[in-house]
């Protein structure tokens, strides 16, 4: 079957534009993740959803950065203005619901680089 | 302090050694634990769980000691394609309503090379 899905693959920007980076999950999977991974370094968490609801964006660096999932399905990041430092790669996951044990299957990434 | 901890590496090894990643975790909370593994410019994918009483897959071995808060991975005989970066992982709670939420949180990875 298909996995999670991520576009674009890699998005190059100028700093102060806006991006949007879409996820699209498994199917039938409730809980959705975004994390972000820089370079030499393992994902950081962003942000959680159960369903359409962020039940938790303490991963979010900042106020730049949103999140939405309208349908309960597709996700998309945004980021506004956005800086050097945000170039990295941002990883989706989802799991068929959320629980210690429900594995986390993870996209592709989409490649963030802002010039 | 990070709150999971591995030595980065790089781990070279020949072909058919035995090799040894440990791991730390900080977060008392914590409730399942993994490994997952890294090819380079892809995405991390489960390589195996870990529990308390040990458990092997194959080539693999992963031990979980919660007291000390220590994670392990054991690859016996190593192959040219386990080269790779090797994620310790523990799932932690999130704070949503239910309490049921978790989130992963990883180490930095350590990378593995094996040579002929």
């Known amino acids: 079957g298909a996995g999670v899905s991520q576009t674009p693959s890699n998005k190059v920007t100028e700093k102060g534009k806006y991006v949007e980076l879409r996820c699209d999950p498994i199917?039938?999977?409730?809980?959705l993740y975004w994390y972000r991974q820089s370079l030499g370094q393992g994902p950081e968490f962003l942000i959680y959803?159960?369903?359409?609801?962020?039940?938790?964006d303490s991963g979010l660096p900042n106020d730049r950065f949103f999140a939405v999932r309208p349908e309960g399905s597709v996700s998309t990041l945004k980021i506004q203005r956005t800086e050097r430092g945000d170039s990295a790669v941002y990883l989706c996951?989802?799991?068929?619901?959320?629980?210690?044990?429900?594995?986390?299957?993870f996209g592709p990434g989409t490649r963030l680089l802002v010039l | 302090r990070k709150e999971v901890e591995q030595d980065p590496g790089p781990f070279n090894v020949p072909e058919g050694a035995t090799v040894a990643f440990n791991c730390t975790y900080s977060?008392?909370?914590?409730?399942?634990f993994f490994w997952y593994r890294q090819d380079c410019r892809k995405e991390p994918k489960l390589l195996m769980s870990?529990?308390?009483s040990g458990n092997e897959d194959g080539r693999f071995t992963a031990q979980l000691n919660r007291a000390s808060q220590y994670i392990s991975l054991l690859i016996r005989d190593s192959k040219l394609s386990d080269s790779a970066t090797y994620l310790c992982?523990?799932?932690?709670?999130?704070?949503?309503?239910?309490?049921?939420?978790?989130?992963?949180?990883f180490g930095t990875g350590t990378r593995l090379q094996v040579t002929l």
């Open positions: 996951a989802s799991s068929l619901v959320s629980g210690g044990w429900e594995t986390q299957y």
């Open positions: 199917s039938g999977h409730t809980a």
């Open positions: 959803f159960q369903g359409t609801g962020a039940a938790d």
């Open positions: 977060n008392s909370a914590s409730q399942s």
């Open positions: 870990v529990y308390s």
């Open positions: 992982v523990v799932n932690s709670p999130l704070r949503d309503g239910a309490g049921t939420a978790s989130k992963l949180t």
